[in-house]
């Protein structure tokens, strides 16, 4: 397996612009987890789902920030509008149930300028 | 709310040394816990995942152990290397119905010396 992927590796906006970032989990795997880096906070639980479908989406900081997981291989991440302040690196992680080993795509920079 | 600290937040070795990463938790009622390697623009490698129940993982030229009733965790790593310069960061998971998300620590960075 090749990993999880995510895309675009590096987005780079103006602010109030829709932002859209893509995750293709690991085959088989039955979680999702969308995780924000930041010099400040480090890394951050945004919304995780199990099995396409949100559990626990209380990190999302704002209304502006939605994610779907239309299908077992596909997530999205969707800021709009965007701001200055959603800098940072999103990562997206896969693990076969919940508490076990989670594996990391190598995340999208965005910045918001 | 679980806080999990590393410390040092960087350490510069020589290479060939062994050295001892830490990580403390301050909620002992965790699942696991989990050690990462995160490289210069790119995402985090999963290195060793320890059990609650466990005292110690190893892979390779790398142990890790866990002292869950004082809150802590080591990473060591024998014979270091340049190429094992990179942050290294430590989560943990918390025990309880439905509590799944990895809290983390900010990291330690490591540059090991040629």
């Known amino acids: 397996d090749a990993g999880v992927i995510q895309s675009p590796r590096h987005e780079v906006t103006e602010m109030g612009q829709e932002v859209t970032l893509r995750c293709k989990p690991i085959?088989?795997?039955?979680?999702l987890f969308w995780y924000r880096q930041t010099m400040m906070r480090g890394l951050e639980l945004l919304i995780y789902?199990?099995?396409?479908?949100?559990?626990?989406d209380s990190g999302m900081p704002e209304d502006r920030f939605s994610a779907k997981m239309p299908n077992a291989s596909f997530s999205t991440l969707k800021i709009q509008p965007s701001e200055p302040r959603d800098s940072a690196v999103y990562f997206c992680?896969?693990?076969?149930?919940?508490?076990?080993?989670?594996?990391f795509g190598q995340g999208t920079r965005l910045t918001v300028v | 709310k679980q806080e999990v600290t590393q410390i040092p937040a960087a350490l510069s070795v020589p290479e060939g040394e062994n050295l001892v990463l830490n990580c403390s938790f301050t909620d002992s009622a965790i699942y696991n816990l989990q050690w990462f390697r995160q490289d210069p623009g790119k995402g985090l490698t999963s290195l060793l995942l320890i059990q609650s129940s466990q005292r110690e993982q190893t892979s390779g030229r790398l142990n890790a152990s866990l002292d869950k009733s004082s809150g802590r965790s080591t990473l060591y790593i024998a014979a270091s290397q340049p190429g094992d310069s990179a942050t290294y960061l430590c989560a943990v998971r918390i025990s309880g119905a439905g509590s799944y998300q990895l809290t983390f620590g900010k990291g330690t960075k490591l540059s090991v010396i040629p």
């Open positions: 789902f199990n099995n396409n479908v949100p559990i626990d």
């Open positions: 085959s088989g795997h039955d979680y």
């Open positions: 992680a896969s693990s076969l149930g919940g508490l076990r080993e989670a594996f």
